[in-house]
């Protein structure tokens, strides 16, 4: 067994076994948020050895909200095709999508994009802050990130505990 440091707090990880390890089929892709108050939290990819337990770094940490912007990043997934990793940044109300390399599973760290809630395609939705309770309620707060298949087109759902809404976006 063993562990990776340089983390202050991962709070959300995901395992990712998908087929596309580079032929490997003794390692899973781990992505790892790593939460922060008081400045741009990070998202880290590792590999965990099946055999030996042993995790390591694939590539660098991403930043995942603009530097200086705390982020509280608090759930993480990859989409079922492999082709992206999502975050929910709780304090600042946004979702980052981040491309995944599908030969070895590193993040591509020119391939960031972020959605602010509420989201474009939801300026319909009035929403007032602050809402019924002002001390957790003063703007958006994402809290988790999901795919949802099995609709007519794939959409990604959204729970602002800021707004009391469920978000839902199409993928």
């Known amino acids: 067994a063993g562990g990776h440091a340089g983390m202050r707090n991962p709070t959300y990880l ?3 076994d998908g087929s596309n390890n580079n032929g490997d089929d003794k390692k899973v892709q781990i992505y790892v948020v790593d939460e922060r108050d008081d400045g741009p939290g990070t998202l880290r990819a590792l590999t965990l050895d099946k055999s030996t337990g042993k995790l390591s770094p694939l590539g660098s940490p991403l930043g995942i909200q603009p530097a200086m912007e705390a982020a509280a990043c608090c759930h993480v997934m990859v989409t079922p095709d492999g082709e992206y990793v999502m ?8 979702i980052v999508v981040v491309g995944r390399n599908k030969t070895d599973g590193s993040l591509i760290e020119d391939d960031v994009n972020y959605c602010s809630l509420p989201p474009r395609q939801h300026d319909d939705v009035d929403i007032t802050y602050p809402g019924p309770n002002a001390a957790r309620q003063e703007g958006s707060h994402a809290h988790m990130v999901v795919y949802s298949g099995g609709t007519k087109s794939a959409t990604i759902l959204v729970p602002d505990l800021g707004s009391d809404v469920i ?3 199409p993928y």
């Open 14 to 16: 995901i395992a990712h």
């Open 167 to 169: 978000w839902s976006m």
């Open 87 to 94: 975050a929910a940044n709780y304090l600042c109300g946004s």
